[in-house]
């Protein structure tokens, strides 16, 4: 009988504490301690062709601007961005359309962004669609290159 | 004579508690670590088109500017995140990349008239798919006319 009942203490002792360890660790991650993505570097990857040089991330609009590594002057037909979030972020397009001379660095700006997570404080993964061509090539196909900013929304 | 049942205690605790901090430590460390390394990777493949794209598009504009009949062979290192290979209007040569944010394109513009092997070309494109297969491949580049320099894999 007085095994039994130690034993029967034992199991109910250590549920217990499994129960509260399994309340905790829940409630770290709602509160997000173990979203670990947080914790890397705020970053924007382009292509060694069309490089990134900066960004900002500010309450309604994305700025970044880019330079032309391809060594040739380029027409931008297109700018885009779109991430991961249902519904996506949905912005206007960038003013900058035209001709981008090569090795000259140009601001694309995204205005009036909302959806797709976008939100002060919070940190967001875009991602940006540049298509060009060259008005030097007879049929000018028009090829895309793809970046992405990470980066922490501001605030105000 | 054994320990008391407290000394025991505080050393399960303390037991728990090292564990609990090597994981603190050790988990945030390793998904760090992991999302540079998949970014460097991406950056050296991203090197490796741009040395090949280089490589052919220079070694093109000697050939041509050689005369007719001159060729070299070119040693390449393709990576794995190569898609597509085309020659468009013989003037671009163009590589469509597999990135963690979708698909991309490498464009390299040449000075002088390029193609590939003329089963491949259709309209005004020429494919090289052997240059979408990871590893070495030599790349024959002949002037074999006055007018296009033809890249030929071998």
Redesign the interface.
Known sequence: MKKSQSALEFLVTYAWVFVVIAVIVGALYYFGIFD??K??PQ?C?F???ISCIDFALDSSQVKVKLLNN???KVTVSSATITNDANPPITCAAPSFAGTWEASRANDFTFTSCSGGAYLPKQKVDL?I?VSYY?E????M?V??????INGIVKSG | MGLSSQAKAQSSVEYLVIVALTFAII??AA??FY?YSL?ST?EIK??QV?EIGRTVIDSAQAIYYSGQGSKTVVELRIPDNVYNVSI??G??L?FT?R?????????F?SKVNISGISSNCYA?ACLIPELTVPGTLKLKIEAQNQDTVTLIPI
Do not use: C, M, W
């Not at chain 1, 030097?136 to 049929?139: C, H, K, L, P, V």
């Not at chain 1, 090829?143 to 992405?148: A, D, I, L, P, Y």
């Not at chain 2, 990135?99 to 464009?107: H, I, N, Q, R, Y």
């Open positions: 670990f993505g914790y890397v970053k990857t292509t060694s062709q391809l060594g040739e991602r669609t060259s030097s090539t007879s049929t196909p090829h895309k290159v793809v970046g992405r | 988990v945030p998904y760090i999302n970014e991406n991203d090197s741009l468009l209007d003037r671009e163009s990349l990135t963690p944010f979708g698909l991309s394109d490498a464009v513009f005004n």
